[in-house]
């Protein structure tokens, strides 16, 4: 997995603090490489071939300081690999989590760079006065913020994997792949208001889940829906998320996806079979496969 790169403008240290935090966080989690730069010394051309990009700066009359926004402008006219983006801040006064600083940032981001996700929400690390010192107890919310950055990256990187082997595997496993991942999709953003093609924690680990359990199934080709398979392979909590979500984003899958939608209502109608009609099935078509549905469990 390529790195992280976390990028901050700081006047009395705070935000680069809260910056070196988070990449510490991000530390934690194995196969993880976090770098960390003042936005007056970084090289773009490391920055531009990095996945994710992390950016902090603190509050400047509630709009974020100009040196940071500058840089972002200058994103725009760069050739970016970046896949993922986060934003963090720093502001003094009443507890305003996000900051309206971080808000702006947010939807300058959005606006100039579309196609970049935001890879987790974002964060106000609270300080004293103008000059600080960091309010006690915020410095651990940045490693916080710094790990589930990281995590949530590695948790996409798994599910991009799944997605991109989908070549390897029949056309009937390959669509009940892409319907899961719209399924998860429609249900996250909807329920734990995530944005674009971002997933919450919960969220992805189901997905994965998910794709592991398709992977694994006996049936493959022959599979009616996972809904009404006569074999239940899911652990019984996630079982209950998987109703969850077919039961939110199933009727909405008919405007947001409708190809797939009517593709899994025609699976649906497939009779679905005991794992002992299969292998009648498999043997009677041919013998030679025998010894192979033997080991289906």
Same mark, same amino acid.
């Given at each position: 997995?390529?790195?992280?790169?976390?990028? *901050?403008?700081?006047?009395?240290?705070?935000?680069?603090?809260?910056?070196?935090?988070?990449?510490?966080?991000?530390?934690?989690?194995?196969?993880?490489?976090?770098?960390?730069?003042?936005?007056?010394?970084?090289?773009?051309?490391?920055?531009?071939?990095?996945?994710?990009?992390?950016?902090?700066?603190?509050?400047?009359?509630?709009?974020?300081?100009?040196?940071?926004?500058?840089?972002?402008?200058?994103?725009?006219?760069?050739?970016?690999?970046?896949? *993922?983006?986060?934003?963090?801040?720093?502001?003094?006064?009443?507890?305003?989590? =996000?900051?309206?600083?971080?808000?702006?940032?947010?939807?300058?981001?959005?606006?100039?760079?579309?196609?970049?996700?935001?890879?987790?929400?974002?964060?106000?690390?609270?300080?004293?006065?103008?000059?600080?010192? /960091?309010?006690?107890?915020?410095?651990?919310?940045?490693?916080?913020?710094?790990?589930?950055?990281?995590?949530?990256?590695?948790?996409?990187?798994?599910?991009?994997?799944?997605?991109?082997?989908?070549?390897?595997?029949?056309?009937?496993?390959?669509?009940?792949?892409?319907? /899961?991942?719209?399924?998860?999709?429609?249900?996250?953003?909807?329920?734990?208001?995530?944005?674009?093609?971002?997933?919450?924690?919960?969220?992805?680990?189901?997905?994965?889940?998910?794709?592991?359990?398709?992977?694994?199934? =006996?049936?493959?080709?022959?599979?009616?829906?996972?809904?009404?398979?006569?074999?239940?392979?899911?652990?019984?909590?996630?079982?209950?998320?998987?109703?969850?979500?077919?039961?939110?984003?199933?009727?909405?899958?008919?405007?947001?996806? =409708?190809?797939?939608?009517?593709?899994?209502?025609?699976?649906?109608?497939?009779?679905?079979?005991?794992?002992?009609?299969?292998?009648?099935?498999?043997?009677?078509?041919? =013998?030679?496969?025998?010894?192979?549905?033997?080991?289906?469990?």
């Amino acid at each position: 997995m390529a790195g992280i790169f976390v990028v *901050y403008d700081s006047k009395y240290g705070n935000t680069k603090l809260s910056a070196e935090t988070i990449a510490e966080g991000m530390r934690d989690v194995a196969g993880v490489e976090a770098s960390v730069s003042s936005v007056k010394e970084v090289d773009m051309e490391v920055i531009a071939g990095c996945e994710a990009l992390v950016l902090g700066a603190p509050n400047h009359m509630a709009k974020p300081s100009r040196t940071i926004m500058k840089f972002v402008d200058g994103l725009v006219r760069v050739d970016l690999k970046v896949k *993922y983006v986060a934003v963090f801040g720093t502001y003094s006064g009443r507890v305003r989590d =996000p900051d309206r600083a971080v808000r702006k940032m947010e939807k300058s981001l959005e606006k100039k760079l579309p196609r970049i996700n935001f890879i987790s929400p974002s964060l106000s690390v609270r300080v004293h006065g103008v000059t600080g010192p /960091i309010f006690e107890g915020e410095l651990s919310r940045c490693r916080d913020f710094g790990r589930r950055i990281a995590n949530q990256l590695k948790q996409n990187s798994e599910r991009n994997k799944g997605l991109s082997h989908l070549s390897n595997q029949g056309q009937r496993i390959r669509r009940e792949k892409r319907t /899961i991942d719209k399924m998860v999709h429609i249900y996250c953003k909807g329920n734990h208001k995530t944005k674009g093609s971002q997933l919450c924690a919960e969220c992805s680990e189901f997905l994965s889940y998910a794709f592991i359990r398709l992977d694994k199934c =006996p049936f493959q080709e022959e599979k009616s829906t996972c809904g009404k398979c006569l074999v239940h392979c899911y652990q019984p909590q996630m079982r209950e998320k998987a109703k969850k979500i077919m039961r939110y984003a199933g009727p909405r899958m008919l405007l947001r996806s =409708p190809g797939l939608a009517l593709h899994h209502v025609f699976d649906g109608r497939k009779k679905p079979l005991t794992l002992k009609e299969f292998k009648e099935k498999k043997v009677k078509e041919n =013998p030679n496969t025998i010894e192979k549905t033997k080991n289906i469990s």
